[in-house]
């Protein structure tokens, strides 16, 4: 079952689709694009068929100045994309259809924005692909255009955040990347996985690339994100209900 939904953050409007699975209250992933991405990517449509099929529910949803979410995206910064994935969070924290565990899902910056957010926020697990361990270095690689896009506000604020000081707040996360990625070095995973706690996964792809667009390694990464998620969010569930009967 699919089921559009709409939220204010400030004057913006945040619009995003929850897949539902056939089981009873499942644990869910919400789904964090990246910066000039949307909701709408093969890859995040592929995610949530799979993973409904497998009893998790998937929140996917545009930041604001993406796909079907109000305004330009010229205006977005990291602050915002924090507030908006905040409102997403709580939404879903709130829905009567959903369990109480949840994990993110989160792709180049949506990947920053996850881990950033964990370290604020409870989340039982994530899993984080192409992201960058430094936005300076990784935005020095982007196509000049899509960056003249963005206003001075955007790199000023980025400015302000460092996963240097928030992922040893940070467990419970996959790391994925590909070993062709041009855009964010392979190498920022080995030093995102080096600095989180344990329980913590690397998987490196060597024929990935940054938006993991070969079939192939698309599909092995939603595998290996699947078997996560259901390791950490499913399993962790059924077996708190063994012990409590």
Sequence with gaps: ?????????????????????????????????????????????????????????????????CGESSGSISETTVSRRLQELE?????????PELGDKFGLLGSSLGGFICLVFASRHPVQAISVWATPYDLEEAGKNMPKEKLAVLRQEFFADAEKYSLSSVLSKTGVVQVIHGKKDAIV?????????????????????????????GYDE???????????????????????????V
């Design 218 to 244: 698309r599909d092995r990464a939603i595998t290996v994100s699947l078997d996560w998620f259901k390791k950490n969010l499913i399993f962790f569930q059924k077996e708190r209900f063994k012990k409590n």
């Design 87 to 95: 409102e997403v969070a709580g939404f879903a924290s709130c829905h």
């Design 185 to 213: 070095p392979w190498q920022h995973s080995k030093e995102i996985f080096s600095r989180v706690q344990e329980p913590k996964e690397l998987e490196i792809f060597p024929e990935g690339d940054h938006a993991m667009s």
């Design 1 to 65: 079952m699919k089921e559009k939904f709409t939220l204010s953050v400030g004057r913006r409007q945040i619009r995003g689709m929850l897949h539902l699975p056939s089981c009873h209250m499942p644990s869910y992933v919400i789904i964090c694009h990246g910066l000039f991405s949307s909701k709408e990517s093969k890859k995040y449509l592929a995610i949530a068929e799979r993973f409904t099929r497998e009893g998790l529910a998937v929140i996917r949803f545009d930041f604001s100045g």
